[in-house]
């Protein structure tokens, strides 16, 4: 009988490890494509071999005759870190005041953090647009990230965590007659160093991976990344030539997402799969 | 704003006489300090454009800041019901939704179920490659498919000695998009629902084991009713993110088509607004996709908390 149980506990184990290595496979295997094609020689771009080999950085170089690679990172990495930090400084502000105090308007003041959930992109997009041009702030970077300043994510994640802050540490420290302000930056932002990193990760990955809005505000310069690699394979066409530059640029958009993830892998998981939960 | 605001919640003795008006506003003010430069972010990038949206919807307007918006009614409404696009794109966009379905919730739980036993080292490495490609910026992975599914020289094609155009390919279009997505999202969701079994309490399990019950019973009627609540967040984030995700690998790839077999209402929004600049019709869509999110929202915030009942 206990035999029976371990034989079988033993299989179920096996076939765990056989459905997860699939599956894993599976999802890891474009990402494994797109930098094995633009790894290869460019004469090789064509070719179907598993290994990328002998390689080159051949692909990379033309990509960047073709795409002004450097200003894009550049534009991309200002734009993301830009945005995270302020989303980050909103967001631990409102968090504060609603973890500090009670107040009269509260309960409202957080339901419209909550409710910004249920408003899509594609509800708010033309007077955003409208306001935008009125602004003149079309086709520039500060377009991209001034609308995204709050993170109403941000707000909600970081009041969690501080409703679990002691309050004591607070009051004891108002006690001693100092400034709410001084409060906030000598004993609640040092004893809450995690909870920040996981959520500035966060906000990294989401506003460079993000889409939506850069491509409204930046349709003519395509200043960033995601928009440059979209204009230049609308203009080379995917007529089979252009596969070697495009996978270039595609894999410089992701790496730094990849690297990050490399060497903060459980870290970015739990801020994500937290998030989602909350 | 702040003029009606009342002393902050000190439980003063009745007979102390109350602070004069200005001290009271003086103390109450800083916790609106402190919100209100999110909260001025919000009203203005969010709530605001929420309000004109709604009455820009009663509205014709080609988005020129020369020409007059001229009121109309509820015409924007009623050309909305009248235009077959829109139910068509309705309809598409169920299908996106119910295609996801597979890869946000079905799989996931699957796989959860199935790879409970592996732990340690081994479940933090499988952890990792599924969740990869929620961090693959939509365009590189527009492109990448694009690549893989290349009618002449794509790798797909190559195994299945085909040369079918996936993506540009009316019949193939769209359920190729809802596979791309369901990449990205499905490692999350493997994830999502790995977090949730682990917060299923062991106890329950080895109980009804004591008691003699088999895996299949233990998985009908224990591990997947304590399990709704996260089912529940599953399906309302691949509601939510369905919008989210095939906006751009739809603008990129197939920009709606072939002939639009691709246009969901998500796109079709976009569409209105921006290529056909009719202000009035994209507007009432959205407001109309608004009521729609919020009952969804609704009905399934309600549903899971009724749901979580179930493990108190």
Not at chain 1, 41 to 52: K, Q
Not at chain 1, 169 to 184: C, K, P, Q, V, Y
Request: with cysteine; glycine share 6%.
């Amino acid at each position: 009988m206990d035999a029976v149980v371990a034989e079988r506990s033993r299989w179920r184990t096996v076939s765990g490890h056989a459905v997860l290595t699939v599956l894993g496979v599976l999802c890891l295997f474009p990402i494994y494509w797109l930098y094995a094609t633009s790894l290869r020689r460019p004469e090789d771009v064509l070719s179907l071999s598993p290994l990328p080999w002998p390689l080159s950085l051949g692909n990379y170089t033309e990509a960047a005759h073709l795409v002004d690679v450097g200003s894009l990172l550049f534009n991309t990495t200002l734009v993301s870190l830009l945005t995270a930090l302020g989303q980050l400084l909103t967001g631990l502000l409102a968090a504060y005041a609603f973890a500090a105090w009670r107040f009269r308007l509260q309960r409202l003041c957080y339901l419209l953090f909550v409710g910004t959930w249920l408003v899509p992109f594609q509800v708010t997009m033309l007077p955003n647009y409208v306001l935008l041009l009125q602004l003149g702030l079309l086709n520039t970077l500060a377009g991209v990230i001034v609308p995204n300043l709050c993170s109403a994510l941000g707000v909600i994640l970081l009041r969690q965590h501080l409703d679990s802050f002691p309050k004591e540490l607070i009051e004891a420290s108002t006690m001693d007659g100092r400034s709410s302000w001084a409060t906030l930056w000598t004993v609640v932002v040092p004893n809450l160093r995690a909870p920040l990193a996981a959520l500035t990760i966060l906000l990294l990955v989401t506003s460079w991976n993000e889409y939506f809005w850069p491509a409204l505000v930046l349709q003519r310069t395509n200043a960033m990344l995601q928009l440059g690699l979209r204009s230049f394979m609308i203009s080379e066409g995917t007529q089979g030539t252009y596969w070697g530059p495009l996978m270039a640029v595609a894999g410089l958009a992701c790496l730094p997402i990849f690297v990050l993830y490399l060497v903060l892998r459980r870290h970015i998981v739990s801020a994500f799969v937290r998030s989602g939960l909350k | 704003m702040f003029v009606e605001v009342p002393a902050p919640a000190v439980v003063a003795p009745p007979r102390v006489a109350r602070p004069s008006v200005p001290r009271r506003l003086l103390r109450a003010a800083p916790p609106y300090l402190y919100v209100a430069p999110a909260l001025a972010l919000l009203v203005i990038w969010t709530y605001r454009p929420l309000v004109q949206t709604a009455q820009l919807s009663f509205y014709s307007w080609n988005l020129l800041p020369t020409s007059p918006a001229t009121p109309v009614g509820l015409d924007n409404y009623a050309r909305l019901f009248t235009l077959p696009a829109v139910g068509a794109s309705v309809w598409r966009t169920l299908e996106v939704i119910g295609g996801l379905l597979p890869f946000t919730v079905v799989i996931p739980v699957l796989v959860g179920l199935l790879t409970q036993r592996i732990q340690g080292r081994a479940r933090a490495v499988y952890q990792a490659m599924v969740f990869a490609p929620l961090l693959v910026a939509p365009v590189a992975s527009a492109t990448v498919w694009e690549w893989l599914l290349d009618p002449g020289a794509g790798l797909l094609n190559k195994i299945l000695g085909t040369s079918t155009n996936w993506l540009h390919d009316a019949t193939w279009a769209q359920p190729a998009i809802i596979v791309i997505t369901g990449w990205h999202l499905l490692g999350f969701a493997v994830l999502v629902v790995a977090a949730g079994l682990a917060n299923i309490n062991r106890d329950y399990t080895e109980a009804a084991l004591i008691d003699g019950a088999s895996r299949g019973q233990i998985t009908r009627w224990i591990t997947l009713p304590l399990l709704s609540p996260t089912l529940v967040f599953l399906v309302l984030m691949t509601v939510l993110l369905s919008a989210q995700w095939t906006f751009p690998l739809i603008d990129t790839i197939t920009q709606g088509g072939p002939s639009g077999a691709t246009t969901n209402v998500y796109y079709l929004l976009w569409d209105y607004s921006f290529h056909s600049f009719d202000a009035g019709l994209g507007t009432s869509a959205g407001i109309l996709l608004f009521v729609v999110f919020g009952l969804v929202a609704l009905v399934l915030v309600w549903l899971s908390e009724k749901l979580a009942f179930h493990d108190n």
